[in-house]
């Protein structure tokens, strides 16, 4: 049988163990969306690109 006194020090450690894991969590998000970021503007320069290309094929 479980004590009192065991499950407070395991709910106590499990709480530490999320608040820990949520401390992850967010601080990968933030570095997903900061390469989302730096990728949605990769794309749109190449878009430019590619658009700029096709217009001096047109031409020639």
């Known amino acids: 049988m479980t004590t ?3 499950l407070r020090e ?3 450690k499990l ?3 999320k ?3 949520m ?3 967010e601080e990968l998000k933030e570095k997903a969306e900061t390469k989302a970021t730096a990728l ?3 794309v749109a320069k190449l878009r430019e690109e590619a658009e ?3 217009e ?3 031409i020639l």
């Open 4 to 6: 009192l006194r065991s």
């Open 56 to 58: 001096m094929l047109d």
């Open 10 to 12: 395991k709910i106590q």
């Open 23 to 25: 401390a992850v969590i």
């Open 40 to 42: 949605e503007e990769e």
């Open 15 to 17: 709480e530490s163990e």
């Open 19 to 21: 608040a820990d894991l």
């Open 52 to 54: 700029s290309l096709k």
